[in-house]
């Protein structure tokens, strides 16, 4: 490992941060050279993204690669440790491409109050607090970043949100910081409990060995503080009014990453540190899942808003990730990684669509559109590829997410019941049939026909130059991985083996996930 890439993951973590604070030394009547500023900023970030994906081993992607590991806290043992592996790779990937996109889309497509100074400020900090979360390896240093979004996304809600924007950034601010507190008092039970550090290798060595009901109550705090986050059903009431108020880029960012929060602190921290009690946590995981995938899917059917049915699609996708993690076998993870980075791509993207009819129509009332092939062809066109995508179509990226995660349902990890499992896998599969009517209904809706009255003499413009730039890559990506899905499964397969397998025989089971049939795809 040459000098450069001990700096590397935390110059991907803290450039945004610099170029945050550049741009409060640029007057605010200087848009241009804010814009500028924060988008070469971005790319900077993604630039060095790119060079660890280039020097990335990937014959061990479940080492911990790139990694810094310096003294940070000492009077709490707290440790300045960052490093990738094959799981946090993707994720850090879709973070350092999703947030330049969302600024090329923002050139033109600022909110009011227009302050592209504060704006695009805000988008970077975001930046900063996700890259983070995805490389930390200290749970100290992983609430400090995960917590580090909060604050931005509740002004970017509260200032440039909806009418009802108040409610839903206060909404999302005290259900949030409820489950961190929680959050919070596991990390420091784990800490006390289990050899007096933080370090999340460390802790996966030393904490499964801990009693089981002392196993059971910690994750109880872990499962509050995730759950919330991803969100999951009951706990999933402030993500539909924080997606409908949120501008559009606040509703991406929301979507296409922050989301992922949650389901990673699962797989990085959740499941391997306290494997006895993921066991006994699982059958009800997995019920709530299921539940979410049905209640959200039953919600978009109901909505007469586009972008609240895009919102409710995430509770019912993001219960498939759920699923996948409720088996707690090395097939469903990979699945849930997958579908994480699926979501991330096409919600994305939905959310963009959704924010640029409401641009050119002033409305996102579904019953007031129609038509949107006939006066904006191309933006009609890409919101139906996207919808068939989130369908789950055969051959694009969320059918690699959904199937797999299903399919790993029906051999859990040993010691979980494999009939209840089982109905879970027929009622998900049930889901993504509520999945297809609800998004071609959309789509029939807002595409088809004649425009309506009151817009049919208007014109409409069909997708802009920065539409095109900020879409293109994620359009493309959601093909790619769609027919090569090996290009995530070879990243994330080794380490879920590894972490998965090594939490649970620590924990003295027999390795999950073994009763798949022969050749199950580690990589798919």
């Given at each position: 490992m040459n000098g450069f890439d001990h700096w590397v993951l935390s110059g991907a973590i803290f450039?945004?941060?610099?170029?945050?604070?550049?741009?409060?030394?640029?007057?605010?009547?200087?848009?241009?050279?804010?814009?500028?500023?924060?988008?070469?900023?971005?790319?900077?970030?993604?630039?060095?993204?790119i060079y660890v994906f280039a020097h990335f081993n990937y014959d061990h992607t479940s080492a911990l690669q790139m990694a810094v590991n310096r003294n940070w806290i000492d009077v709490i043992h707290a440790r300045y440790h960052i490093g990738v592996d094959g799981i946090s790779l993707p994720l850090m990937g879709l973070t350092l491409l999703i947030v330049p996109l969302c600024i090329i889309y923002s050139w033109d497509h600022f909110p009011?109050?227009?302050?592209?100074?504060?704006?695009?400020?805000?988008?970077?900090?975001?930046?900063?607090?996700?890259?983070?979360?995805?490389?930390?390896?200290?749970?100290?240093?992983?609430?400090?970043?995960?917590?580090l979004v909060l604050l931005p996304m509740y002004f970017m809600i509260g200032v440039w949100g909806g009418p009802n924007r108040q409610y839903a950034s206060i909404k999302f601010f005290l259900f949030t910081l409820f489950g961190s507190a929680l959050m919070i008092l596991s990390f420091l039970a784990l800490y006390f409990k289990a050899g007096n550090t933080f370090d999340?290798?460390?802790?996966?060595?030393?904490?499964?060995?801990?009693?089981?009901?002392?196993?059971?109550?910690?994750?109880a705090g872990l499962f509050m503080g995730f759950a919330i986050k991803v969100p999951m059903v009951p706990f999933h009431t402030w993500l539909p009014d924080a997606h409908?108020?949120?501008?559009?880029?606040?509703?991406?960012?929301?979507?296409?990453?922050?989301?992922?929060?949650?389901?990673?602190?699962?797989?990085?921290?959740?499941?391997?540190?306290?494997?006895?009690?993921?066991?006994?946590?699982?059958?009800?995981?997995?019920?709530?899942?299921?539940?979410?995938?049905?209640?959200?899917?039953?919600?978009?059917?109901?909505?007469?808003?586009?972008?609240?049915?895009?919102?409710?699609?995430?509770?019912?996708?993001?219960g498939f990730v759920m699923l996948?993690?409720?088996?707690?076998?090395?097939?469903?993870?990979?699945?849930?990684?997958?579908?994480?980075?699926?979501?991330?791509?096409?919600?994305?993207?939905?959310f963009f669509c959704a924010g640029s009819i409401q641009e050119r129509f002033g409305t996102r009332e579904i019953a007031r559109l129609g038509g949107l092939l006939k006066q904006a062809p191309r933006l009609g066109w890409i919101l139906g590829f996207c919808a068939f995508a989130s369908l789950g179509l055969p051959g694009l990226a969320g059918f690699w997410g959904e199937f797999p995660a299903i399919l790993s349902s029906y051999a859990p990890a040993v010691g979980l019941s494999t009939g209840a499992f089982r109905t879970y896998m027929v009622v998900a599969a049930i889901g993504t049939v509520f999945a297809a009517g609800y998004l071609l209904w959309m789509y029939q809706r807002t595409a088809f026909g004649n425009p309506k009255s009151e817009f049919e003499h208007e014109h409409i413009h069909d997708v802009h130059i920065p539409e095109y730039l900020a879409w293109a890559p994620l359009l493309v990506l959601i093909v790619v991985l769609g027919i090569v899905p090996?290009?995530?499964?070879?990243?994330?397969?080794?380490?879920?083996?590894?972490?998965?397998?090594?939490?649970?025989?620590?924990?003295?089971?027999?390795?999950?996930?073994?009763?798949?049939?022969?050749?199950?795809?580690?990589?798919?």
């Open positions: 450039i945004p941060g610099i170029g945050a604070a550049l741009m409060l030394l640029i007057p605010a009547a200087e848009e241009t050279l804010i814009k500028a500023v924060a988008l070469l900023t971005s790319l900077a970030a993604m630039g060095f993204g009011e109050p227009h302050n592209p100074k504060a704006f695009l400020s805000l988008v970077l900090l975001l930046e900063v607090g996700m890259t983070g979360t995805f490389l930390a390896q200290d749970l100290i240093l992983f609430f400090v970043f995960f917590e999340i290798p460390t802790l996966i060595h030393n904490a499964s060995s801990l009693p089981h009901n002392t196993q059971v109550l910690i994750f409908t108020e949120a501008p559009t880029v606040g509703s991406v960012i929301l979507a296409a990453v922050l989301l992922k929060l949650g389901t990673y602190g699962f797989i990085r921290i959740a499941i391997p540190i306290l494997p006895d009690a993921a066991k006994t946590w699982a059958p009800w995981i997995g019920l709530l899942a299921v539940i979410g995938i049905i209640y959200g899917a039953l919600n978009c059917l109901a909505q007469t808003d586009l972008k609240r049915l895009v919102a409710f699609s995430s509770v019912a996708h993001m996948g993690i409720a088996t707690l076998t090395t097939y469903g993870i990979n699945a849930a990684i997958f579908g994480m980075v699926a979501h991330g791509l096409i919600t994305g993207m939905l090996s290009l995530i499964f070879r990243q994330t397969d080794g380490p879920v083996h590894t972490t998965v397998t090594a939490a649970f025989t620590q924990s003295g089971e027999p390795p999950p996930g073994q009763a798949l049939p022969a050749q199950a795809p580690r990589s798919p």
